[in-house]
């Protein structure tokens, strides 16, 4: 069988680079199984790309489609013209599209429309907030999924609910998982005088991205002093994405202990995350992983779409009102925050599942 997997914004490379190790593992056991990678493009950037292909072992993409920049149309437009080209010259049985980027939309429509399957890594989940991009990435691109690998019993149930067959739902865990778990024992410290004395325990470390939480200097200001006031003078690590740059340059804070820096490689960002106090995030991702390395995680937002990190793992929901985070600092302080429990099938083993399921049914 021949099969296309799509990447092509941040968090994308982790929830692949198990996948195609599975896809490299088989043809070297001699299994014929054929892939190609495209990088959309979408994200482009050193630090925001090119660093995870070497952290991870990802092989060079055989395709880049350059659909990077403009608006959330024109990069779904650029993306789908690039991707139709891609699909005509290189037929795949399948496309295997991960997560809810604007890439994840625009692939599996391309793929479709020329009738070919369409497997979604880690559908099914649903935050029911359509003020986000990404829930609307994952519904369309739910609706025209032909196998959904699935992370956890509320994505399978969602998808029950909307009437897709059992036979579609693919209940596997998940993939980024496998790559945090394979790569834990790489984890390094960054490098530079900002880390230089990092204690163990004795730090937060912070991401936001969301437009809700960013995009207006004013409440941005208000979240980052909130947060500076609860930490208790404990030094605050923040990798700022690009989204959010511009806006915390114009505001010019300046507290001894915020520490911005570039968004750092993922040995870096998880080996912060692991050894931190706690984390303080608008990230889906950083959510998962900080649950399974049982780190108290406060989500700045009104929902999730991972309701089982709030369930089983680290994580509560704060919400984006900055005055609601004094209390859940106070208790990550006192260290009275709820243990992991385990997530069923987060195991690290999830990209092995997903390939044979694959390859059985396209042989
Ligand atoms: N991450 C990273 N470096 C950083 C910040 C995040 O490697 O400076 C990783 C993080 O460990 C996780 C992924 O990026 O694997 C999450 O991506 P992001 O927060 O951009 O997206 P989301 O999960 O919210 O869609």
Request: charged share 20%; net charge negative; with cysteine.
């Amino acid at each position: 069988p021949t099969f296309t997997i799509v990447a092509g914004a941040r968090p994308n490379f982790m929830k692949i680079a198990p996948i195609i190790h599975v896809f490299q593992s088989q043809q070297k056991a001699g299994l014929v199984v054929h892939y190609r990678l495209v990088h959309t493009g979408q994200h482009y950037d050193r630090k925001m790309s090119g660093d995870f292909f070497d952290q991870l072992n990802i092989p060079e993409p055989h395709a880049n489609l350059g659909g990077g920049g403009g608006t959330q149309a024109e990069q779904t437009a650029a993306i789908m013209i690039a991707f139709e080209k891609e699909l005509l010259e290189n037929r795949p049985d399948l496309v295997i599209v991960v997560g809810d980027v604007t890439s994840t939309l625009a692939c599996s429509i391309a793929a479709k429309k020329l009738q070919i399957d369409v497997a979604h890594v880690e559908g099914g989940i649903r935050s029911g907030d359509l003020s986000m991009p990404e829930e609307i990435n994952r519904m369309v691109t739910d609706s025209i999924t032909d196998h959904f690998f699935t992370t956890s019993e509320i994505a399978n149930y969602n998808l029950r609910k909307a009437g897709f067959s059992e036979d579609k739902i693919h209940f596997v865990g998940n993939t980024m998982i496998d790559t945090l778990l394979a790569q834990m024992p790489f984890f390094k410290k960054p490098e530079g005088q900002t880390f230089e004395n990092l204690q163990t325990g004795n730090y937060f470390v912070m991401t936001m991205h969301r437009p809700a939480n960013v995009d207006q200097e004013q409440s941005l200001k208000a979240m980052i002093d909130a947060i500076l006031e609860g930490t208790g003078g404990l030094p605050i690590f923040f990798p700022v994405h690009p989204r959010t740059a511009k806006n915390l340059q114009n505001l010019g804070i300046e507290d001894p202990n915020l520490h911005l820096c570039e968004p750092l490689g993922y040995l870096e960002f998880n080996y912060l995350v692991k050894n931190a106090k706690g984390v303080i995030t608008d990230s889906g991702g950083v959510t998962e992983e900080a649950s399974v390395m049982n780190v108290p995680c406060l989500t700045l937002r009104d929902n999730t779409e991972r309701p089982e990190t709030v369930n089983l793992g680290t994580n509560v929901l704060v919400g984006t009102d900055p005055k609601k985070l004094k209390p859940y600092l106070d208790k990550i302080m006192k260290g009275d925050w709820k243990k992991y429990q385990g997530i069923p099938l987060w195991d690290g083993k999830t990209a092995k599942r997903i390939v044979d399921i694959l390859v059985k049914s396209y042989s």
